[in-house]
């Protein structure tokens, strides 16, 4: 069975490399995305790409090369850098992430909310890349399973 392509999309440090390394099966440490890094199923985009709207045409293209558009909410944050409903404007399958339950200040269901007013296709899952609980979970729901 072939994966499906994804593409990871949040806020700078929201986890987007470490989650995807963690679908991989690979640890260790991460350094900061600079560019768009593809692999045969995933695309990584740098978080300036949501929180400057002069990048979203940037993102909108790439997302054609992709069959499921993931948006990643860091449950140690405050606020979104997520506009309301910008998952609609991607004409391909939409999933919401929250990374870092793990950590002592995570608020899941904060970030939960932020990544339901974006108007998302599918569902919001859960993840620790560090413990990998919710990992199974999303692989299923990515068709990674």
Sequence with gaps: MNKSRVMLVGAVGSGKTTLVRALHGNSGSVTKTQAMEYTANSIDTPGEFIENP???????????????????????????????GFA????KRTIGVVTKIDHPTSNVERASRFLKSLGLSGPVTSVSAITSEGLDELKEVINWA
């Design 54 to 84: 002069f990048f979203y045409r940037a993102l909108f293209a790439t997302s054609l090369e992709a069959e499921v558009i993931i948006f990643i909410q860091d449950a140690t944050r405050e606020k979104s850098v997520f506009p309301p």
């Design 88 to 91: 609609g404007a991607f004409s």
